[in-house]
């Protein structure tokens, strides 16, 4: 027994910035997000929450799977931007969208969050411990974001993406992921220092901070290490392969990662000049748009990879099953 895809759902912010209005924020211009990243404009959070945009994503891929949300048994969110230590977002989407049977809980692995997702459902799922999922990826990074640094301010928005998943005998093929903690500080964001009657400080909010050139070369190393183990481990090799979901963090990284697997920029759809960087949602809101925009067909195979903080990095092959 697999998994299977058997819909999805996205959930943008109303509002958006483009490159022209960051030049009134920080000392940027256009030329230099474009050409260095790809990114064009990115959707904020205004009245949405991290929680609101994983409901609506989460509704519209119970509908598009066409289940009722009682024949949900599992709900993995992927966030590293939650509106609440707790509950869950997870917790929130059950509520939301009267999941009753569902255990609910959070995953954090930043940008690789839904690749991890979609693995631990396949193991659930492959157990036989559950037979229905709901994958979410959702963030609001904009709220750890420090809006004076130019490095890190320009590649982030905000955005959810969900699939319903639900055990099949064919869909997914085989995963590749990993972590590197040691290398962890190259990305991240740190809460508050405790502050407590033994130990007073001022909790002073972290933001993200990004060596970004060293994120940069590891992600241009490990993903096409880790799809071509993943190809060599099921004995199939690029030509099998139709599509790339990869991670949308910046045009030049998935260039380059073409490149390294020599293969066509064709195979690797990307909607980050749009969106930017949202982080966990960036794989599953890509998704959404290919399924219901018809470009992946029934049969195709598929390969979603995600990178990013932890260090973390993942993959998974599929065979798209939806007519
Ligand atoms: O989701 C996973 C996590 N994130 C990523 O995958 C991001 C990976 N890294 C990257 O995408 C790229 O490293 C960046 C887009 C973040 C940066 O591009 P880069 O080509 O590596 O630029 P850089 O950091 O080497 O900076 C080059 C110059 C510097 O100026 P000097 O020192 O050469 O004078 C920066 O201060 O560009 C400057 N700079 C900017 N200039 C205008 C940095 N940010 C900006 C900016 N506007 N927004």
Same mark, same amino acid.
């Given at each position: 027994?697999?998994?299977?895809?058997?819909?999805?759902?996205?959930?943008?912010?109303?509002?958006?910035?483009?490159?022209?209005?960051?030049?009134?924020?920080?000392?940027?211009?256009?030329?230099?997000?474009?050409?260095?990243?790809?990114?064009?404009?990115?959707?904020?959070?205004?009245?949405?929450?991290?929680?609101?945009?994983?409901?609506?994503?989460?509704?519209?891929?119970?509908?598009?799977?066409?289940?009722?949300?009682?024949?949900?048994?599992?709900?993995?969110?992927?966030?590293?931007?939650?509106?609440?230590?707790?509950?869950?977002?997870?917790?929130?989407?059950?509520?939301?969208?009267?999941?009753?049977?569902?255990?609910?809980?959070?995953?954090?692995?930043?940008?690789?969050?839904?690749?991890?997702?979609?693995?631990?459902?396949?193991?659930?799922?492959?157990?036989?411990?559950?037979?229905?999922?709901?994958?979410?990826?959702?963030?609001?990074?904009?709220?750890?974001? @420090?809006?004076?640094? /130019? %490095?890190?301010?320009?590649?982030? #928005? &905000?955005?959810?993406?969900? +699939?319903?998943?639900?055990?099949?005998?064919?869909?997914?093929?085989?995963?590749?992921?990993?972590?590197?903690?040691?290398?962890?500080?190259?990305?991240?964001?740190?809460?508050?220092?405790?502050?407590?009657?033994?130990?007073?400080?001022?909790?002073?909010?972290?933001?993200?901070?990004?060596?970004?050139?060293?994120?940069?070369?590891?992600?241009?190393?490990?993903?096409?290490?880790?799809?071509?183990?993943?190809?060599?481990?099921?004995?199939?090799?690029?030509?099998?392969?139709?599509?790339?979901?990869?991670?949308?963090?910046?045009?030049?990284?998935?260039?380059?990662?073409?490149?390294?697997?020599?293969?066509?920029?064709?195979?690797?759809?990307?909607?980050?000049?749009?969106?930017?960087?949202?982080?966990?949602?960036?794989?599953?809101?890509?998704? @959404?748009?290919?399924? /219901? %925009?018809?470009?992946?067909?029934? #049969? &195709?195979?598929?390969?979603? +990879?995600?990178?990013?903080?932890?260090?973390?990095?993942?993959?998974?092959?599929?065979?798209?099953?939806?007519?």
């Amino acid at each position: 027994m697999t998994l299977e895809i058997i819909g999805t759902g996205k959930c943008l912010p109303k509002a958006a910035i483009n490159n022209q209005f960051l030049e009134t924020v920080v000392d940027t211009s256009d030329e230099w997000i474009s050409s260095r990243t790809g990114i064009h404009k990115r959707h904020l959070a205004s009245k949405e929450t991290t929680a609101s945009m994983a409901v609506e994503a989460a509704k519209q891929a119970i509908e598009n799977a066409n289940i009722n949300a009682e024949d949900i048994e599992l709900i993995i969110t992927a966030t590293i931007s939650p509106d609440y230590a707790f509950p869950s977002t997870a917790c929130m989407v059950q509520q939301a969208v009267g999941a009753v049977n569902a255990v609910s809980m959070d995953l954090s692995a930043a940008c690789s969050g839904f690749i991890f997702a979609i693995n631990t459902a396949y193991a659930y799922i492959r157990a036989g411990i559950y037979k229905t999922a709901l994958l979410i990826g959702t963030e609001t990074l904009s709220r750890h974001i @420090d809006w004076a640094d /130019r %490095s890190t301010c320009v590649l982030f #928005g &905000d955005g959810a993406g969900a +699939a319903v998943v639900k055990s099949s005998k064919r869909g997914l093929i085989g995963l590749e992921q990993g972590s590197d903690g040691q290398k962890g500080m190259v990305l991240n964001c740190r809460y508050p220092e405790v502050s407590n009657p033994l130990n007073q400080r001022v909790a002073v909010p972290g933001y993200v901070q990004m060596e970004g050139q060293e994120v940069f070369k590891f992600a241009v190393k490990k993903v096409p290490e880790c799809i071509d183990a993943l190809l060599e481990k099921e004995h199939m090799t690029h030509a099998d392969i139709s599509w790339y979901l990869l991670h949308q963090a910046n045009i030049r990284i998935i260039q380059s990662i073409a490149k390294r697997l020599r293969e066509p920029l064709e195979k690797f759809p990307s909607n980050l000049e749009q969106y930017g960087n949202t982080s966990a949602a960036s794989i599953p809101i890509l998704l @959404d748009e290919v399924h /219901r %925009s018809g470009q992946i067909k029934k #049969g &195709d195979k598929l390969i979603m +990879a995600g990178f990013g903080g932890g260090l973390t990095w993942g993959a998974c092959l599929l065979e798209w099953t939806i007519d």
